[in-house]
């Protein structure tokens, strides 16, 4: 995995969650079975599973940290529906969706135990949903979506962006 292509993602999701109306079907979702009312399972636990995965398949592990009432989660979900996109993903990836910060009955429905602690760990307890974090298979982490360092408000976000003469179709 080359820094080019945590670089290309991180880019490509940025641009998809502010530009388009997202988390895609993953075998490590850690949801809860809504047929046996089994609780959500916890994040160590997919964490483990991942990292496992990841030295097997010799890829980076992606967490992607979201929540059932986030509308911008949706909406970058429906991005990597987009074959092209989840094609992209998945054949680099390890990915790993992790809910967190839920709300009222969806609290132990749908949240995996220990989902805030790790995302608290990985630089994300100020950043807002989506938040993803790119992590090596011993967990070293490599690049997350707080994309800009240091002070950012003075960083104008269209000197970092080309501007296109056409308009993208976005799926939706």
Request: overall charge positive.
């Amino acid at each position: 995995m080359t820094y080019r292509s945590i670089k290309s993602f991180a880019l490509a999701a940025s641009i998809a969650s502010w530009a388009v109306p997202c988390a895609f079907a993953s075998p490590l979702t850690g949801r809860a079975d809504e047929k046996t009312a089994a609780k959500p399972a916890a994040a160590q636990t997919l964490m483990d599973a991942a990292y496992s995965r990841s030295k097997k398949e010799k890829k980076p592990v992606l967490v992607m940290f979201h929540a059932t009432w986030c509308g911008w989660c949706k909406r970058l979900q429906k991005v990597l529906d987009v074959p092209e996109f989840k094609k992209m993903v998945e054949s680099n990836y390890v990915v790993v969706h992790v809910d967190v910060m839920e709300r009222g009955e969806e609290k132990d429905k749908s949240e995996n135990e220990g989902g805030v602690k790790l995302m608290t760990d990985l630089g994300g307890e100020k950043s807002g949903l989506p938040f993803y974090a790119v992590l090596d298979a011993s967990g070293k982490k490599l690049a997350d979506s707080n994309a800009l360092p240091g002070n950012c408000s003075r960083i104008r976000p269209r000197r970092f962006v080309p501007r296109q003469r056409s308009r993208p179709t976005w799926p939706g």
